[in-house]
Every structure is written in structure tokens, then in C-alpha cells.
């Protein structure tokens, strides 16, 4: 999913979400917050974003904390 001004946002098997800059293709943020991998994201205004996961677990993201 793509967020703000040129901003990746994936989330992994690995359990993490993973903030991508697309100008430089780096992984500039991991942030880890499931216990199993993570299967959707969404975008709930311009600052919070939720992640569901494998674990049954619902997280929300406040977007202005990284």
C-alpha cells in the first residue's frame, strides 16, 4: 500500500510492517506488532492505517508516530 508523498508500506510473513521509500528502494522502517504473518492493511484517514494478521489479531497504526 502506498502512503504519503512516495511510501511503500508492505506487510510481511515475517510478522513486520515494512516502510519502503520508492525513490531509493531501502526499507527506511521495520516495525513489528503481530505474533503471525500479517495479510491486509488499509488505510483508515490520512493517519491511521490497520493491519490484520494470520495471528486473528487487528492492529491500528497511528502513521504519525514514525
Known sequence: MIVGSGMLVAGTEDYKLKFVDLKSNKVVKTVTGHADAISCLT?????????GGHDGS???????NF
Request: glycine share 0%; proline share 0%.
Open 43 to 51: 488505510m483508515l484517514n490520512a493517519n491511521l492505517m490497520i493491519s
Open 58 to 64: 487487528v492492529r491500528t497504526w497511528d502513521l504519525r
